[in-house]
Nanobody
Framework: QVQLVESGGGLVQAGGSLRLSCAAS????????MGWLRQAPGKEREFVAH????????DYSDSVKGRFTIFRDNAKNTVDLEMHSLKPEDTAVYYC??????????????????RGQGTQVTVSS
């Protein structure tokens, strides 16, 4: 069982930055690829970023590539999402999520077995 708790959301002006953090309670954090998903009002949950179990491989949606960076610290069981140049369209509830390290299709939100309760990010124009 994996428990995930996000923090760091809030209200920021367009062009600003935020850093989201996720703390995982799990026996073997290295067994999981970690991702961030988001869901805006009235929209489906979408993929934002993924990092492999070792941290050696990352992937981003086209909408955030170059602005967001995902990190993980396997010693602390944490995964962070650093967000820069935020836009109003980034407004959403952001979820930390975990999936088995060897499962394909990390861009599919349905491929994640565990998800936190989410943290709200609001970007004002």
């Amino acid at each position: 069982q994996v428990q995930l708790v996000e923090s760091g959301g809030g209200l920021v002006q367009a062009g600003g930055s935020l850093r989201l953090s996720c703390a995982a309670s799990v026996r073997s954090f290295e067994s999981y690829g970690m991702g961030w998903l988001r869901q805006a009002p009235g929209k489906e949950r979408e993929f934002v970023a993924h990092i492999s179990w070792s941290g050696s491989t990352t992937d981003y949606s086209d909408s955030v590539k170059g602005r967001f960076t995902i990190f993980r610290d396997n010693a602390k069981n944490t995964v962070d999402l650093e967000m820069h140049s935020l836009k109003p369209e980034d407004t959403a509830v952001y979820y930390c999520a975990a999936r088995p390290w060897d499962r394909n299709g990390a861009r599919d939100p349905q491929s994640y077995d565990y998800r936190g309760q989410g943290t709200q990010v609001t970007v004002s124009s």
